[in-house]
């Protein structure tokens, strides 16, 4: 059982195992067969050599120092926790104050490009055409009320009414053009 031991012994640690393995076979040559006996017998005598062996007391003392060095650590880490809590909570508030501050910003400017894309459609300037159109007619239709009532004498009304009518049927072209072709 001891060859095999040794055997993944070295296997794991290659050729400083094998001086350990040479180390610890001298340390046992040097004992008697009583003393042999005993130390397979005798939990207690065992342990006590074990704990006399050289690379055991390193091992413990290398041990001892990372559980040291371990505690450091954890203990370290819980003093700054305090500190990650109160910095995480200010990262969400400002992350929260500042998405909210550019998603009201989005959302201002889509409310924007919104009403000047609706402003410049086709559809929006052809119903601002027709309602100028619209206007034009009704303000000489007005006119010639005027004239028939004689509230206007035919200089002032024919100077007048042939301004608004040109300015209708230009705008009636315009609106004409606009529905007939891809818009």
Do not use: W
């Amino acid at each position: 059982m001891s060859t095999r031991f040794r055997g993944s012994q070295e296997h794991q640690h290659g050729s400083s195992s094998t001086t350990q393995a040479a180390g610890l076979v001298a340390t046992f040559k040097d004992k008697s067969v009583d003393e042999l006996r005993k130390l397979l017998s005798n939990k207690d005598a065992y342990q006590q050599f074990l704990n006399s062996l050289e690379e055991v007391k390193i091992q413990n003392h290398v041990t001892d120092e990372l559980c040291k060095e371990n505690l450091q650590l954890a203990d370290e880490n819980l003093r700054k926790e305090p500190r990650i809590v109160e910095l995480s909570n200010q990262y969400r508030i400002i992350c929260t104050t500042e998405l909210g501050a550019a998603q009201e910003k989005l959302n201002e400017l889509y409310r924007q490009k919104e009403e000047i894309t609706k402003l410049n459609s086709p559809l929006y300037l052809l119903q601002r055409i027709q309602e100028a159109m619209n206007k034009t007619d009704e303000e000489s239709e007005n006119l010639h009320r005027q004239f028939l009532d004689r509230e206007i004498d035919l200089g002032a009304f024919l100077q007048k009414y042939k301004k608004l009518r040109t300015a209708y049927h230009r705008k009636s072209l315009i609106n004409l053009a606009a529905k007939t072709s891809n818009i």
